[in-house]
């Protein structure tokens, strides 16, 4: 496999080939993702939910998105790695922010990080950016700022959210991100911040006229089944599977039917 680099997936853009991301925590399921050809894997704050059970991303720290990321790097062979900057590691300046995108790719070796959020951030982005780090931007449902919004639906449904949008969208451009992802928007919005930027456009929510797609690993496998929006498509339904499977080995011990003749030393 070759390796997926920032460079790979603008390539992409301009040839038209749709990019595929995931979320990936640990190193036993980011070796499957990455041996699927996942083209990018996310380490994604959602790690705040989904591994750790807390019911917003805002607790996850840096050191744990550095231990999270560190598995993730041991497994991948060929998908492009990128972390997610937790809430409360780049907002306070552009200091803190490139301090924080440095020690991610020192002590995990991960390929990029992600921020969200526009305009209120450009120079702790560009700060990153100078540092050599490539940096992805994250627009529209920018779950770091639930208590300002107060919920979680479709984000930019009027007029001036969207403008400020695709403005923050050429912005990131201009100074240098190499993706951004779009959460949560107007199919029609994100269709047209795809076509006015030349970088890719990686939705979730956001419609089929983007350049990639990502979910939550978790979600999609259905291992995860108390949150169903619209955009979620499950390939899988472990959480009833893994139910069964897990309901069956407890039978098995409890009628002594594990371990039978050939089980044993
Ligand atoms: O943390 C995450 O999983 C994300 C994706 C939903 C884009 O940021
Ligand atoms: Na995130």
């Known amino acids: 496999y070759k390796r997926v680099t920032v460079k790979t997936l603008v390539d992409m853009k301009a040839r038209g080939e749709k990019i595929s991301m995931l979320t990936a925590y640990d190193y036993t399921m980011a070796k499957i993702v990455d041996g699927a050809g996942v083209d990018v894997m996310l380490v994604g704050d959602s790690a705040s939910n989904v591994m750790a059970g807390y019911e917003t991303t805002l607790p996850i720290t840096l050191d744990h998105m550095i231990y999270h990321a ?40 991960a390929h990029s990080v992600k921020l969200e959020g526009g305009k209120e951030i450009k120079e702790s982005i560009k700060r990153i950016l100078n540092a050599g780090i490539p940096v992805m931007g994250h627009l529209g449902l ?19 959210e969207a403008k400020r949008l695709i403005a923050d969208a050429k912005m990131l451009e201009r100074i240098g991100c190499y993706a951004i992802v779009l959460e949560k928007i107007p199919a029609q919005l994100a269709k047209e911040v795809a076509e006015s930027v030349s970088i890719p456009i990686i939705g979730i929510g956001a419609g089929p006229d983007v350049d990639g797609q990502v979910l939550v690993l978790h979600d999609m496998l259905g291992m995860t089944h108390e ?32 371990p039978n003749e050939e089980e044993k030393y």
């Open 227 to 258: 949150f169903h929006p619209r955009f979620l498509r499950r390939y899988l339904n472990l959480y009833e599977d893994m139910t069964t499977a897990i309901g069956q080995y407890v039978d098995d011990v409890k009628t002594a039917d594990f």
């Open 142 to 160: 920018t779950p770091q700022s639930i208590y300002k919004f107060g919920t979680y639906t479709v984000r930019a449904k009027e007029e001036q």
């Open 70 to 109: 560190s598995s993730v790097v041991r497994a991948a062979n060929r998908a492009l790695i990128v972390v997610d900057l937790p809430f409360g590691s780049y907002q306070s300046d552009p200091k803190e922010a490139l301090r924080s995108a440095i020690r991610i790719m020192k002590e995990s070796r």
